[in-house]
């Protein structure tokens, strides 16, 4: 089961102090390596709380763990802290204004069980050398 | 023994809190405690003192293991790099002092290179809105005096610049505010409701990328001229009482953020906010300020403004500044292949640049500047840890009302290591030597 919702990005305080802290370390994963969603959306995935997803654009795909949203009710709309796990996703296209477009990207959000999650040097790394999905 | 620093300057976001007290050994050389900061400022400041904390600089070897260089060989890989390359990126800028911003920008003229900041991920699309009508802006100290109407725009400061709201726009008690928040209205336009919102009088879950709709509706509202029954999401009951809140005000100012200058519209959802702020003015006085991240981007743009007339995204490899966002910005560069190396300093194009972009710096020579392990240092070829700038050296940095404040050196760095501008310094030195200057 796959659901359709439209991404956003952004600073949470989490992504902020793990960043300081080192974004070679788990906690800038946990921080970051998630996507927020609404309670109605993940009825409609069918899936529980802290589950691996693999979220798609037609930019790219990210797998992440999906939790409940922290400052919602938001339906219909998913959020990744920003960071190397969002911008596998977003919209690069800046539409000749210099800034991509990190907000506003329709993605598609299916369960990914047995996929792991990602640390950030790995997946920019891997991704990097084309041996991502 | 101990000692406390006190008035210490926080180098993080655009909010330069000067208040901070650090608890530092005697001979300063270890940092203890932080006082008075936030979560994010603390884990600053305390990272600088981690056991594993990289020292010396290194190079990729081919295997993709890392191999430890020299400074000495840094700068000559660095230089030789930025000198033989036809058009070099030059990007970031926002976590350094001022200092550092303009010896960087010296090398950047002599090699030709396109100068950036981060603003072209961040606030590049305001800076475009202000040069097509203006802004009617402030200082964080009128709005802790003055402001009783607070509008956040597509900005969470609950979590993105935390101290925001204690120190200048809704807790402090000021000239004209003495009844602090009490006093104040507050009102957030956002598609979720954040943390921010919560603490508001009014929150507007406006839908997502439909901003330049309600920040016209606000117009059509101040006039009192009829508006459909719905716009953006919002009932327009809402709308008209947001407006007239914000009009019966003595003094409103709108802060506005990423939920704006990164939507689509883009600059043009700016040039509505500032319309807004321009039309509030006929009915109280208003006054409007981007939300800037870094703690120093807003100098990099004062910096190159004063050099070279523009305040982000400069092409100086015809020899003389050219400016045109959506050619001569970073992202654009990059996804076209327009550039052939990247030199990073004071920020992480790696964990923040769509991963197009990331992959054309995996791409191509490449070298990071910079204290933490990161995305970018992961994607480049040399990477070159620094001093931390706030913390272990000192320097000129700019708050997001565009007020300079002088941040403060508490801790000694690790023994042999350089400061962004020593380093920068004799890059500029040996530039100069392989160009023959």
Known sequence: ?133 | MTKTVTDVVCPFCGTLCDDLEVVVSDDGKKLFEVYNACAIGAEKFLHSQAADRLTRPRMRQDDGSWKEISYDEAIEYTARMLADAKKPLMYGWSSTNCEAQAVGSEIGEMVGAVMDNTATVCHGTSLIAVQDIGIPSCTLGEVKNRADRILFWGCNPAHAHPRHMSRYSIFPRGFFTGKGHTGRKMIVVDPRPTDTARIADVHLQIEQGRDYELLDAFRVAFKGEKLPDVVAGIPKEKIYEAADMLKSGRFAIIFFGMGVTQSLGKNHNIDAAIAVTRDLNEYTKAAIMPMRGHYNVTGSGQVWGWLFGFPYAVDLSRGFARYNPGETTSNDLLRRGEVDAVFVLGSDPGAHFPFSSVKEIYNLPSVAVEPHETPTTEVCKVHVPVAFVGVEVGGCAYRMDNVPIETRKVVEPPEGMLTDEEFLDRVLARVKEIKGV
């Open chain 1, 1 to 133: 089961m796959a659901i359709r919702v439209n991404l956003i990005t952004g600073r949470t305080i989490q992504q902020g102090v793990s960043m300081e802290a080192g974004k070679e370390k788990p906690a800038y994963t946990a921080a970051c390596g998630i996507i927020e969603l609404d309670p109605a959306d993940f009825k409609k995935l069918g899936a529980f709380r802290n589950t691996t997803v693999r979220v798609t654009s037609q930019y790219g795909s990210v797998v992440v763990k999906a939790v409940e949203a922290t400052q919602g009710p938001h339906p219909g709309v998913a959020y990744i802290p920003m960071g190397p796990w969002a911008n596998r996703v977003v919209n690069p296209n800046t539409y000749s204004t210099g800034m991509p477009t990190f907000k506003g990207t329709p993605v598609t959000v299916e369960v990914a069980k047995n996929e792991p999650v990602l640390d950030s040097l790995e997946l920019v790394r891997k991704g990097c050398r084309g041996e991502l999905a």
